[in-house]
């Protein structure tokens, strides 16, 4: 594996509403909870339906400031499965020079 699932943020962490923002050799990454809010305190029964975004992009400019059309994305279930799948779907779009 390329990017090492450590190196993201524990999955409980994107409860807080915070996203996680890497780069690998050229390609930007973004993970997070979506929506975006915290629900760290909220039971879990009382949130909205959410999902884990990846997303990944060329370099060299940050999230808020690269043209959407740029953007790949993907959602995942909040779960650790979600998670696991995330990490190996953002490793495989370096691979396949998705983000390019």
Do not use: C
């Amino acid at each position: 594996m390329l990017i090492e699932q450590n190196t993201f943020f524990n999955l409980m962490h994107y409860e807080y509403g915070e996203a996680f923002f890497g780069s690998y050799k050229g390609m930007r990454y973004r993970l997070a909870r979506e929506p975006l809010e915290n629900v760290k305190f909220i039971p879990v029964d009382k949130r909205g339906p959410a999902t884990l975004m990846a997303t990944v992009w060329p370099e060299p400019y940050s999230y808020g400031m690269t043209d959407k059309k740029l953007m790949t994305s993907e959602n995942f279930e909040v779960s650790q499965e979600g998670f696991e799948a995330a990490v190996k779907w953002i490793n495989d779009q370096y691979e396949n020079g998705n983000w390019q």
